[in-house]
């Protein structure tokens, strides 16, 4: 239901723009996010994005480096990633809140909630 993609081998300072398109509609209506995971490291939650758009939020690690954002024409959501260094290299993954409505806001930008997961990008960053 959802599809990420986009990931790839890059160098230290490179870009890379990772989309996530949703197979229905009703994922509009819905927060959505990214989480992602390295090797032998648990999942770690990168940035999330109200159903609106309005809002959204990027974790500490990638905090001045990576946005996202939404297209719900589209039913797609982003993950613009700028200065990627090796720390980064993970396994990327989209997430949806089935529980949008239910959490509060600010639970879901600080990566509550998120129960509906795509399979996942990797993006691996070369030193």
């Known amino acids: 239901q959802l599809q990420a993609s986009g990931g790839g081998l890059v160098q230290t300072g490179d870009s890379l723009r990772l989309s996530c398109a949703a197979s229905s509609r009703s994922f509009s209506s819905l927060n959505m996010g990214w989480f992602r995971r390295a090797p032998g490291k648990d999942r770690e939650f990168i940035a999330a994005?109200?159903?609106?758009?309005?809002?959204?939020n990027v974790a500490d690690p990638a905090k001045g480096r990576f946005a996202i954002s939404r297209d719900n024409s589209k039913n797609t959501i982003y993950l613009q990633m700028n200065s990627l260094q090796p720390e980064d290299t993970a396994v990327y993954y989209c997430?949806?809140?089935?529980?949008?409505?239910?959490?509060?806001?600010?639970?879901?930008?600080?990566?509550?909630?998120?129960?509906?997961w795509g399979q996942g990008t990797l993006v691996t960053v070369s030193s």
């Open positions: 994005i109200s159903w609106t758009g309005g809002r959204a």
């Open positions: 997430v949806a809140s089935a529980s949008t409505g239910t959490l509060s806001t600010a639970q879901a930008l600080a990566g509550k909630g998120y129960d509906i």
